[in-house]
């Protein structure tokens, strides 16, 4: 039996604008520090961010693509912004072409 996996990349975070912004800024930044003022990544504020009105838009546009494909389950890292992506891009993904409910698992490895 053949399994195609189709992999998607969410859409764009917030804390992708908090790097863009930080780069932008301060130049580069230390990904091996904890400390907010040297990895604005680590803060509080961008912990579990969600998707920013483009990333919603980048989602949208996969819409028709993912709606011609039928997938047997929907696995997805239990993320806000990754879950956010799958919603938007599979809306139609909550039943199959034969109207069988599609299950969705979020994982935190994936």
Not at 18 to 43: A, R
Not at 67 to 79: A, K, R, T
Not at 89 to 99: E, I, P, V
Request: hydrophobic share 35%; with cysteine.
């Amino acid at each position: 039996i053949t399994k195609i996996i189709h992999f998607q990349r969410h859409g764009q975070g917030h804390h992708n604008v908090v790097y863009e912004k930080w780069v932008k800024e301060k130049g580069t930044l230390d990904w091996d520090s904890t400390d907010p003022n040297k990895n604005p990544l680590v803060s509080d504020d961008v912990f579990d961010p969600s998707l920013t009105n483009l990333g919603k838009k980048q989602c949208l546009k996969r819409y028709n693509e993912a709606s011609m494909l039928n997938p047997e389950i929907i696995v997805v890292s239990p993320l806000s912004r990754a879950i956010q992506s799958a919603e938007l891009t599979w809306a139609n993904g909550k039943k199959s072409k034969n109207s069988v409910k599609i299950p969705w698992v979020a994982r935190e490895d994936c």
